[in-house]
Nanobody, 124 residues
Framework: QVQLVESGGGLVQAGGSLRLSCVAS????????MGWFRQAPGKEREFVAA????????YYSDSVKGRFTISRDATKNSVHLQMNSLNPEDTAVYYC?????????????????WGQGTQVTVSS
């Protein structure tokens, strides 16, 4: 069992930055691919970014590529999402996810564990 706790959400003006963090419980953090999804009001859950268990490979949705950076720290069982050049379309609840995958995936069904989510609001 893995528990994920997100932090770092908040209100920011367009063009600003936020850094989301997710701490995972348990001693098997290194076995899991990690990622972030988001869900805006009235919209389906959307893939944002993923990072392989070794941290060698990262993946991004086209909507955030070049603006967001995902990273992980094995010593702290944590994964981070640095979000720059935020715009109002980035407003959503952001979820940290963990999955036992052969390779990172944008498919939410392949992730076994989800955090409670953290709200990100970008004002224009």
């Amino acid at each position: 069992q893995v528990q994920l706790v997100e932090s770092g959400g908040g209100l920011v003006q367009a063009g600003g930055s936020l850094r989301l963090s997710c701490v995972a419980s348990g001693r098997t953090f290194g076995l899991y691919d990690m990622g972030w999804f988001r869900q805006a009001p009235g919209k389906e859950r959307e893939f944002v970014a993923a990072i392989s268990r070794s941290a060698e490979n990262t993946y991004y949705s086209d909507s955030v590529k070049g603006r967001f950076t995902i990273s992980r720290d094995a010593t702290k069982n944590s994964v981070h999402l640095q979000m720059n050049s935020l715009n109002p379309e980035d407003t959503a609840v952001y979820y940290c996810v963990a999955g036992l995958l052969s390779r990172s995936s944008p498919n939410p069904a392949q992730y076994n564990y989800w955090g409670q989510g953290t709200q990100v609001t970008v004002s224009s």
